[in-house]
């Protein structure tokens, strides 16, 4: 019987590269209207290898491409290039369809709710209210908090302690077949992969089950609960 689940935030609740990469195709533009050289297309290329180099929170990326690319910082196309960043990255922050209907269809059935991210605390804490889903959440669980990333266990086990759950009462939903569904399964917690959000064109996740849509998770408790 499953009893709780455990969510990913970023491309499981939302759209994280959608908005990312709104956010960094309109920090280019704002870059180039301040003066910056460069062709559009180059750049943005050139800031994504470096985002999968240092990760995608990185919160100094623009600093890093700069220093790479020509040797320096130029703050006048540094600060253009940051609020651009900052004004899309407002507007595409959303939440994919059907992510509100299925909380709420959980929330009423009982089942205890957490969110597990390698997002820093606070980072993880402005997604989750902007996106307006804070009140469905017992516990978030960021990598501050116990100093580990996904698929190390220490999240998953501290998921565990604050649902007061046993693994196969537990089920993880992520999008990240190496992170989210690893670092579960490794445990034995029930996994769901979040299909939809796959950046990684991943052929086999090794979840017990695979979502289209966030909303089939639903189906899936009521047939673990009431088979």
Request: aromatic share 10%; proline share 4%; net charge negative.
């Amino acid at each position: 019987m499953i009893k709780a689940v455990i969510f990913d935030i970023d491309n499981t609740l939302m759209d994280f590269m959608r908005m990312k990469r709104a956010a960094v195709e309109a920090a280019v533009e704002a870059m180039i209207d301040a003066g910056l050289p460069v062709v559009k297309e180059e750049m943005v290329k050139k800031i994504f290898d470096v985002y999968w180099e240092e990760g995608v929170e990185d919160q100094n990326i623009f600093d890093k491409v700069f220093l790479k690319e020509f040797g320096q910082i130029d703050y006048k196309t540094l600060a253009a290039g940051i609020l651009g960043y900052r004004r899309a990255k407002e507007g595409h922050m959303t939440l994919y369809p059907h992510v509100h209907l299925t909380l709420t269809a959980l929330m009423k059935l009982g089942i205890k709710m957490v969110i597990i991210s390698d997002a820093p605390r606070l980072l993880a804490w402005l997604r989750i209210v902007q996106l307006g889903v804070h009140h469905y959440f017992d516990h978030v669980i960021t990598w501050e908090d116990v100093g580990a990333k996904k698929p190390d266990p220490k999240p998953f086990l501290r998921a565990l302690e604050l649902l007061q759950t046993k693994p196969e009462e537990t089920l993880m939903v992520g999008d990240w077949a190496d992170r989210d569904v690893a670092g579960a399964k490794n445990l034995k917690i029930k996994t769901a992969w979040a299909k939809y959000g796959d950046e990684f064109h991943t052929q086999e996740s090794g979840a017990d089950y695979e979502l289209r849509d966030i909303q089939e998770l639903i189906s899936i408790i009521q047939k673990e609960n009431y088979p």
